[in-house]
């Protein structure tokens, strides 16, 4: 009897113990993940805290945040260099490559999802080869046959929108391909059987049935491919010579260099530029993460 | 069906083969397209020049300096690009390449040679007599328009980057300095600087000296006043061996350093590049620092243009000569030259503008917006740099000015220096252990080690 | 032949449709590596430039060069950027990796904030790499920088402040930043795989009495592996090829950072495009892809299984 309610106890302490323990762990953890968080936004935080500040601060250290400093840093920011026209140019740019890229991938990916044909392999294992070339291997050949083009065919490539566009969107392709290749795959065959029997062709029962229920799969890929183009340096840097085509990556280094460092302008123009990102990107979050995931889980 | 796509596939494979094929032996055969120009002065020309950051607004600037000459020539258009000094060298060498370029561009002095031994730009031997040729042009800036000992000119001197000591005045006199003595010699220079340094100025201490590290543009030739000076030099005479390992240079480079191995340097500005120092400086944190005409113009530019003049040291300095070494006073002679592109279809037009933007009237114009010392001997008698107290002095610096052998491969010659004198910093921060002299001269014998490769190479 | 035909043309639809891709490929990797692997036979630099790909051919030597002449003078920075490079590349994934692993596994429980947390926590992924090297350049300035400011002078954790930007802390100054912009990818990739994890494992292993760790090694990793393949091969080739945060960190690309922070393709580029060694850094490059080529199969070999699993 009197054992029996002593293990008894024993048992109810022990599993007080064990929930007290779980829930001290849990409440330890979390404590650690927000710790992370602000450890995570700090420099963002940082950097729009200096972009408040003025020139003087940031170069002594002394860094006090006015809001004066709002008005002044962001009005010159688009001033002190012509930073609207660089802005102006990576929108176009990689607008543009985010549509050509994205038509090409998605016809592509399906291909390779859906059929089994000879070369299919070759294919797939091309498009993953291309992510293992290293830029600089082909950089100077490719601005040379752009050359060559323009000597030849009489068309200009160099610094010009339509020869970065042409580069970024084959930069993006392979990657986007194998993203909305997984997606395409996780769509059930037996939609599209369904929809062939209505009478539709391939072809139309691609567009009419499978391309939306893929939408999530293409917005993941529209954002990789925008969100790659947008942080391109090393091609624009190469490929553009007048500011009339260059992006914001090689624009922005005229704040800080030989001429002047203006960190107070610089960290605005940092603030500005990853604003536009971090809009499409949050608004859109929910499609890209289940298309990007799509992709990858399934293999 | 599938035959027809196997076609255009290969065709297309095909197309894009023979494209690559024959456009890659027409590189050679640069501007085989120009002869269609035959420009008479009636035709309308548009002139494409490249032109690097040398002012604020570098386009506008450089569009209302030769005003005069379109005004003059309404038959020409000028385009300006401005290209950064990190992508230069990319876009100068692709454009050598391919032959697509400007018409006119401008040069760092010390990439004529290289990018005049690629044959990429115009033989102007027989033009300069009649910009005055070299008599007319401070010897220095002249010696960098081609290669040495080739007997011909590649490019016309445009303007030219030197080196002073900035100091401030008050300081001096706080210490009870002359400055005329302390800039005499080198030890009188040491001596002064350690008298300066910690004193109390308004409250802050003050430290003697501000000079980059490492991270900044000029790595390179912020050290080449002291090995000049020290009796050092970096090529040998025939310039087929690297020198710049020898007892003399060595005591240059140790001089320069020893700066701030003694504390006269504070060590965090060892990792800053020269405009932050600049900016350092007008801002009261040290009593010298070197730099080049440039600074006069921010120190009399208002902070709303963004310019320097509100700030402590803008009201309270004066420009000095660097102190002679123990072979002599040199100061470093940098700058930029301009050019005509071979594959240039208007190289008439082109050469009428260079020789514009050497007139006096011109230099002088340019260098009031870039800062810069003009390369015209006559400019440097205009009244905006004898009447100025500060550039007059730089006026007197350009008369002891040097400038880098003229060779080819000075450009891999640089970047070897940048790396190893770069490495030299590191030692001499304290970041990689404790100092000791025989780090400056390892360093030193692996550059000369490369460089010798190097020159071996270009013979 | 019979089969051919019939493949061809039951599958014509699927050509037409890979058929833009194949050009763009074609046009602007291939054809290009193409000629940039016979430039690296050649003796391409500043004195033969103009004459492109009929300048001398040369064969391996520029290989040699690299790899084992004592006298070159891009040999001894090229060995230091890919000792730069393996540390880099090491590090980052792995702390990536275990970063995210840890985030997912706290994100895939249930708790009042969870949301806004996640979000937090993906904002450094969308911020551009030129805005992480100079944004982070900024802040490990020694005496001004925030960094060495909470470190010493707010939680006093070091003594004095420490150069990031020269010397052998390069290598921290530019691996922390390339962590905070990979880790988030990394975690929602990860948090994804794991929701699709039923319980029923882990309280299978329960009453099996698995602690936590087990519970980790034989139950989530498992599941994990495919996943985490994936995040692995894209991560080790994006670091091997990183160029932004360092270039833009570093004098705007156009200086050298240091014999601890230079990499395989800053240094590259460099001796490319400055020094004008065009065919030794194209056999430079040449060398650095078949590493990378012998990575992805050494990676196939180890994660083949669960490739072929799904």
Redesign the interface.
């Given at each position: 009897m009197i054992t029996d309610k002593v293990i008894t106890q024993n048992v109810s302490k022990k599993y007080l113990n064990y929930r007290q323990k779980k829930k001290i762990k849990?409440y330890l953890?979390?404590t650690?993940?927000?710790i992370?968080?602000g450890i995570?936004?700090f420099?963002?935080i940082?950097?729009v805290i200096?972009s408040m500040s003025n020139q003087e601060g940031?170069?002594?250290?002394k860094?006090q945040p006015q809001l004066k400093n709002i008005l002044i840093n962001y009005h010159d920011m688009w001033t002190n260099i012509n930073f609207g026209l660089y802005f102006k140019n990576s929108l176009i740019i990689d607008a543009s490559t985010t549509i050509i890229a994205l038509?090409?991938?998605v016809?592509?990916g399906?291909?390779?999802a859906?059929?089994?044909?000879?070369g299919?392999n070759l294919?797939g294992i091309?498009?993953l080869g291309?992510?293992?070339?290293?830029?600089?291997?082909?950089l100077?050949?490719?601005y040379?046959?752009f050359l060559q083009i323009q000597q030849t065919l009489g068309i200009k490539m160099v610094n010009t929108y339509h020869g970065i566009i042409?580069?970024y969107?084959?930069?993006y392709?392979?990657f986007s391909?194998w993203i909305l290749r997984g997606f395409f795959a996780s769509i059930p065959l037996e939609i599209e059987e369904a929809a062939r029997i209505d009478g539709c062709t391939?072809?139309s029962a691609f567009i009419r049935v499978i391309l939306p229920l893929a939408i999530p799969g293409i917005i993941a890929a529209a954002i990789y491919i925008f969100?790659m183009a947008?942080?391109e340096?090393?091609f624009a840097?190469?490929l553009t010579t007048s500011a009339d085509v260059q992006t914001?990556?090689v624009g922005?280094?005229l704040f800080?260099?030989n001429y002047q460092n203006r960190?107070d302008l610089?960290?605005a123009a940092?603030t500005v530029?990853?604003i536009p990102?971090?809009l499409i990107?949050?608004l859109l979050?929910k499609y890209f993460?289940?298309g990007?995931?799509a992709g990858?889980?399934?293999? | 069906?599938?035959k027809k796509?196997l076609v255009?596939?290969l065709v297309?494979?095909l197309a894009?083969?023979s494209l690559?094929g024959c456009g890659?032996?027409s590189?050679?055969t640069?501007g085989g397209s120009n002869n269609q120009s035959k420009s008479t002065s009636s035709e309308k020309v548009t002139l494409q020049v490249w032109i690097m950051p040398n002012s604020a607004q570098s386009a506008s600037d450089f569009l209302n300096v030769v005003k005069p000459f379109t005004d003059a020539n309404q038959n020409i258009k000028i385009k300006v690009t401005v290209l950064?000094?990190?992508?230069a060298?990319?876009k100068i060498?692709t454009a050598?390449?391919s032959g697509v370029g400007p018409d006119v561009l401008q040069l760092g002095t010390t990439w004529v040679p290289?990018i005049a031994?690629?044959?990429?730009l115009e033989d102007l031997t027989d033009k300069v007599s009649d910009l005055g040729g070299a008599s007319a042009f401070l010897p220095a800036a002249w010696n960098s328009t081609g290669i040495k000992d080739s007997g011909k000119t590649s490019a016309v001197p445009w303007f030219v980057d030197t080196r002073g000591i900035f100091y401030r005045t008050d300081v001096f006199e706080k210490a009870g300095i002359d400055p005329k003595q302390a800039f005499a010699t080198w030890d009188s220079f040491l001596d002064a600087a350690k008298k300066i340094n910690n004193m109390d100025i308004n409250g802050q201490k003050i430290a003697a000296i501000g000079l980059p590290?490492?991270?900044?543009?000029n790595v390179v030739h912020n050290f080449a006043s002291w090995i000049w000076g020290a009796g050092g030099d970096y090529l040998s005479p025939d310039d087929q061996h690297a020198v710049f390992n020898s007892q003399a240079a060595l005591k240059g480079i140790d001089f320069y350093t020893g700066l701030a191995l003694q504390g006269l340097v504070?060590?965090?500005v060892?990792?800053?590049?020269s405009t932050d120092v600049e900016n350092l400086f007008a801002k009261g944190q040290f009593a010298m620092i070197f730099s080049g005409p440039w600074l006069v113009k921010n120190f009399s530019t208002p902070a709303d243009k963004g310019g320097l003049s509100d700030t402590i040291a803008a009201k309270n300095y004066a420009v000095a000569n660097l102190p002679e070494g123990p072979a002599g006073r040199f100061s470093f002679f940098g700058g930029s030259d301009l050019a005509i592109f071979k594959a240039s279809t208007h190289k008439t037009e082109a050469y009428n503008l260079i020789k514009y933007l050497v007139t006096k009237e011109a230099q002088v114009n340019y260098a009031k917006v870039s800062g810069m010392l003009p390369a015209l001997k006559e400019a440097l008698d205009d009244p905006y740099i004898t009447s100025d107290p500060h550039m007059a002095v730089f006026k007197e610096i350009a008369q002891y000015g040097r400038s880098y052998p003229a060779v080819?491969?000075w450009?891999?010659i640089e970047?070897?220096l940048?790396?190893h004198l770069?490495?030299v910093?590191?030692d001499v921060?304290g970041?990689?252990g404790p100092f000791n002299e025989n780090m400056i001269v390892d360093e030193m014998n692996?550059a000369a080690?490369?460089v010798d490769?190097?020159l071996q190479?270009?013979k | 032949m019979d089969y051919?035909?019939q493949?061809?043309?039951?599958?014509?639809?699927?050509?037409?449709?890979?058929?833009?891709?194949?050009?763009?490929?074609?046009?602007?990797?291939?054809?290009?590596?193409a000629?940039?692997?016979y430039?690296s036979l050649l003796k391409l630099?500043?004195?033969t430039?103009?004459?492109?790909?009929?300048a001398p051919f040369i064969g391996l030597e520029n290989f040699y060069t690299i790899l084992f002449d004592p006298?070159?003078?891009l040999r001894?920075?090229f060995m230091d950027a890919v000792r730069n490079t393996i540390i880099y590349t090491i590090a980052t994934n792995l702390s990536v990796l275990i970063i995210g692993l840890w985030?997912a596994h706290?994100?895939k429980?249930q708790?009042i904030g969870r949301g806004i947390?996640r979000?937090?926590?993906?904002?450094?992924?969308?911020?551009?790499?030129?805005?992480v090297g100079?944004?982070?350049g900024?802040?490990w300035?020694?005496?001004?920088?925030?960094i060495n400011?909470i470190l010493v002078d707010y939680l006093h954790i070091l003594p004095n402040?420490?150069?990031w930007?020269?010397?052998?802390?390069v290598i921290i100054a530019i691996i922390i930043p390339t962590i905070?912009r990979s880790f988030p990818m990394t975690m929602?990739?990860l948090l994804?795989?794991l929701q699709?994890i039923s319980d029923d494992y882990y309280e299978a292993a329960e009453i099996d009495g698995a602690t936590g760790w087990q519970k980790l090694i034989y139950v989530t990793l498992p599941f994990l592996k495919?996943?985490i393949g994936?995040?692995i091969l894209?991560g080790m080739?994006g670091s091997i090829?990183s160029?932004?945060i360092v270039?833009?960190m570093?004098?705007?690309?156009?200086?050298?950072p240091?014999?601890w922070g230079d990499l395989v393709?800053t240094n590259?580029?460099?001796n490319?495009?400055?020094?004008?060694?065009?065919g030794t850094?194209?056999a430079a490059?040449?060398m650095?892809?078949i590493g990378?080529?012998a990575l992805?199969g050494i990676w196939y070999k180890v994660f083949k299984d669960s490739?072929t699993m799904?």
């Open positions: 849990r953890s979390l650690m993940l927000w992370f968080i995570t936004i420099p963002l940082w950097m200096s940031l170069l002594t250290g860094i038509s090409i991938a016809l592509a399906y291909a390779l859906r059929f089994k044909f000879i299919s294919f091309a498009t291309t992510q293992m070339i290293p830029g600089i291997l082909f100077l050949p490719l040379l046959i042409i580069t969107s084959a930069f392709i392979p391909i391939q072809f969100l947008w942080d340096l090393l840097w190469v914001i990556p922005i280094r800080v260099g960190y610089l960290m940092s530029v990853t990102v971090a990107f949050f979050q993460i289940s990007m995931t990858a889980v399934k293999g | 069906m599938y796509i255009v596939l297309l494979m894009l083969g690559t890659s032996s590189t050679q640069n950064d000094w990190g992508s060298w990319t060498t050598a390449t290289a031994s690629m044959g990429a590290g490492k991270n900044d543009w504070p060590k965090a060892l990792e800053k590049n080819p491969a450009g891999q970047n070897i940048l790396t770069g490495n910093w590191d921060s970041v990689k692996k080690e490369e490769g190097v190479q270009s | 051919l035909k493949n061809f043309k039951k599958n014509k639809l699927a050509y037409i449709l890979i058929l833009p891709a194949i050009v763009a490929m074609l046009m602007i990797h291939f054809i290009p590596m000629e940039g692997l430039i630099n500043q004195y430039l103009l004459k492109f790909l009929h006298s070159s003078t001894i920075g985030l706290v994100l429980q708790f947390a979000t937090l926590l993906l904002l450094p992924w969308v911020v551009p790499s030129y805005v100079l944004l982070w900024f802040m300035r020694q005496d001004s920088g925030i400011k402040k420490p150069f930007l020269i010397g052998p802390n905070w929602i990739m994804a795989a699709t495919p996943v994936t995040l894209f080739i090829y160029y932004n270039a833009m570093f004098g705007n690309g156009a200086g050298y240091g014999d393709m590259i580029s460099r490319s495009f400055n020094m004008w060694q065009f850094g194209a490059s040449v650095l892809m990378v080529l992805t490739l799904q």
